[in-house]
């Protein structure tokens, strides 16, 4: 079966733009993740999205950063007004419920390159 | 905090040898679950091996195995018989809690050698 996909697969944007990263998780996973990967903080969780439950935003840098998960699929991650050390690949992962048991599976990322 | 250390940037090993990478974490939670995950350079984090705290027995996937010294705090990984294909970044990853969200090590990155 198909994979979580992201899109775009890489960005370019320029300093004070605002970005939107894609992420579609395997169809009938209810968990999405978003975790940031950088050389200086290596892999970090963002957010986590669980059903219809209020998303765990404890892993978000700044208020420049918020996510949404539509009708329980398809997740967008936003950085309005993005800076230079927002450059990282953004990486989304699913799994079928949001328990420590479930194995979470991961999107090829989005690359973030802000100049 | 939870925190998982990979104390080696990098890793060499022979083809068709035997190579172990390191991992220590730290936690005082007693049900969590533990991953390694390869990460080759088309960035895709491709899970290799899990293994549960609470089971005792190491776990083993093909040519994958683990040494869980639970007391120790340490969850070793050992590819035997390596591979040219195995050559990529390592992450040792630790998920407990309600939500699962993954911990990770800074990685170790493994050359295979023809």
């Known amino acids: 079966g198909a994979g979580v996909s992201q899109s775009p697969s890489n960005k370019v944007t320029e300093k004070g733009k605002d970005v939107e990263l894609r992420c579609d998780p395997i169809?009938?996973?209810?968990?999405l993740y978003w975790y940031r990967q950088s050389l200086g903080q290596g892999l970090e969780f963002l957010i986590y999205f669980q059903g219809n439950s209020a998303p765990d935003k404890s892993g978000l840098p700044s208020d420049r950063f918020s996510a949404e998960r539509t009708g329980g699929s398809v997740s967008t991650l936003t950085i309005q007004r993005t800076q230079q050390e927002d450059s990282a690949v953004y990486l989304c992962?699913?799994?079928?419920?949001?328990?420590?048991?479930?194995?979470?599976?991961f999107g090829p990322g989005t690359r973030l390159l802000v100049l | 905090a939870q925190t998982v250390t990979q104390s080696q940037p990098e890793m060499s090993v022979q083809e068709a040898e035997t190579v172990t990478l390191s991992c220590t974490y730290d936690?005082?939670?007693?049900?969590?679950?533990l991953f390694w995950y390869k990460q080759p350079p088309s960035r895709q984090m491709i899970l290799v091996i899990r293994?549960?705290?609470?089971?005792?027995q190491n776990a083993t996937e093909n040519r994958f195995s683990v040494n869980f010294q639970k007391a120790a705090k340490s969850f070793s990984l050992k590819i035997s018989d390596s591979q040219l294909g195995d050559a990529a970044m390592y992450f040792c990853?630790?998920?407990?809690?309600?939500?699962?969200?993954?911990?990770f090590g800074k990685g170790t990155k493994l050359s295979v050698k023809p």
């Open positions: 293994q549960e705290a609470y089971k005792q």
């Open positions: 990853a630790y998920s407990g809690g309600s939500q699962g969200n993954l911990i």
């Open positions: 936690t005082s939670e007693s049900d969590y679950y």
């Open positions: 169809s009938g996973h209810t968990a």
């Open positions: 992962a699913s799994s079928l419920a949001g328990a420590l048991f479930k194995t979470q599976y």
